[in-house]
């Protein structure tokens, strides 16, 4: 088995494009709190279950054990400095950034594609990350606007090539 360089795995890592989704809760003083993932997928219909990755150190997963609850917020394509914001460290990510509560009081944020209000059904340790599983709640479409993508490091905007299938399935 090759060693596999840290650097070099991430690399490859980067050419499988990911969604761009922003994971949300609330602490204890009911302030919004959250981070931005590529590992957000869908895990089961019955029972209704998603799921995401978060790296070890993340402080958010601490509040969202606390809240037992969060939100998936699927950021629109030109959201871009949105999702910066909330993948930065160090600052007060939800500073102008305008959002409203969903049924379990998860921050839903202004602009985005769609959104997946879910308890905490599972933790499970797998290497360096923890996989977050949510049993979903509440689900919605907010909009027609196409996802930010994250490829090789960068964001893109998302085109399509085929019929909007979906578009029939929430009645557009
Ligand atoms: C496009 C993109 C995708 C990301 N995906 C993940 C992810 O899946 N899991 C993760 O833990 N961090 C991911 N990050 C990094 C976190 O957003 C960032 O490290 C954040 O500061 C972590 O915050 P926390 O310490 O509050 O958890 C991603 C960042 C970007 C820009």
Redesign the pocket.
């Known amino acids: 088995m090759d060693t596999i360089n840290g650097r070099y795995f991430r690399n490859v890592l980067g050419h499988f494009p ?1 969604s ?1 989704v922003a994971i949300t809760t609330t602490d204890a003083d009911q302030r919004p ?8 997928m869908s895990v089961s219909l019955e029972p209704p279950l998603v799921s ?4 070890s ?5 601490r ?1 969202i054990r606390a809240a037992g609850r969060f939100c998936g917020n699927s950021l629109a394509g030109n959201q871009e400095r949105l ?2 914001r ?4 160090g600052t007060d ?1 939800f500073e102008g950034v305008t959002w409203k509560a969903s049924p379990l009081g998860n921050p839903v944020l202004d602009g985005i594609v769609a959104w997946v209000d879910c308890s905490l059904e599972q933790v499970v340790e797998i290497g360096d ?1 923890f996989l977050v599983v949510g049993r979903v709640r509440h689900l919605r479409v907010e909009s027609k606007r196409t996802p930010l993508l ?1 490829f090789r490091g960068g ?1 893109g905007d998302y085109l399509s090539t085929t019929t909007l299938v979906l578009d029939r399935l929430v009645g557009w």
Do not use: I, K, M, N
Request: charge should be positive; charged fraction near 15%.
């Open positions: 990911t761009v709190q959250g981070l931005v993932v590529g590992t957000f995401f990755l978060v790296d150190s993340s402080t958010t997963l509040t999702s910066r909330l993948a930065a460290r990510r990350h994250f964001y």
